[in-house]
């Protein structure tokens, strides 16, 4: 448990389980380490630095989990008022965008596998300026890929809906794919098994 002001550094070789970051508090994850079923809670932080691997955290609403250049998540759950930034060169592997949760994945950072299902109460959004790849758009669910993103492989279902601005291009695509090649190598090897 991390109370406000307090901070837990996940170290190389180290692994931590079922920490709640309240608000205020810090779950730094470096090269190494890895953590499982974390929660981050209104105001908690969660960072995930190059090497480090964060796995089934949660975010509720007014929590962050920052996934910096290197570091890799895999399976978040991102709900009401929650979000994730993928930074550059980060991966986000599985998310779970649920009803008001936002991941946002800024340039030449990566989403793999996103599933985006909202409700009555809000949309489930993902913001892409990086590369977004095999994302599913479910009822209430939106995908908006601002300038300079990428999106491949899109599944857009019932009541889903995908804005591009502006409208992706084949030099777009073309100029991703050694970026994608990286990321999937990346991702295979550190994925949790």
């Known amino acids: 448990m991390l109370l406000s002001g307090g901070t837990q550094s996940v170290s190389s070789g180290a692994a931590a389980s079922a920490t709640t970051i309240f608000s205020g508090g810090i779950q730094e994850i470096a090269s190494g380490g890895r953590t499982v079923s974390a929660t981050v809670l209104n105001g908690g932080t969660q960072s995930v630095s190059a090497g480090a691997v ?8 007014g929590g962050e989990q920052d996934v910096y250049s290197g570091g890799r998540t895999s399976k978040t759950t991102i709900q009401f008022g929650g979000n994730e930034l993928v930074h550059a060169a980060g991966v986000a592997i599985a998310t779970a965008v649920q009803s008001g949760g936002v991941l946002n994945v800024s340039a030449a950072g990566t989403a793999i596998g996103t599933t985006l ?5 809000g949309l489930a959004a993902e ?6 790849v095999s994302a599913t758009i479910g ?10 993103g990428t999106a491949l492989s899109t599944a857009v279902k019932s009541g889903g809906d995908r804005e591009l601005t502006p409208p992706g291009s084949r030099s777009a695509r073309r100029s991703a794919a050694p970026a994608l090649r990286t990321c999937f190598r990346a991702a295979r ?3 949790p098994t």
């Open 127 to 132: 913001e892409v300026h990086g590369i977004a």
């Open 189 to 191: 090897r550190a994925a």
């Open 54 to 61: 964060a796995s089934g955290t949660t975010i509720d609403s």
């Open 139 to 148: 009822k209430l669910g939106t995908q908006d890929v601002l300038s300079g």
């Open 117 to 121: 299902v909202g409700d009555i109460a």
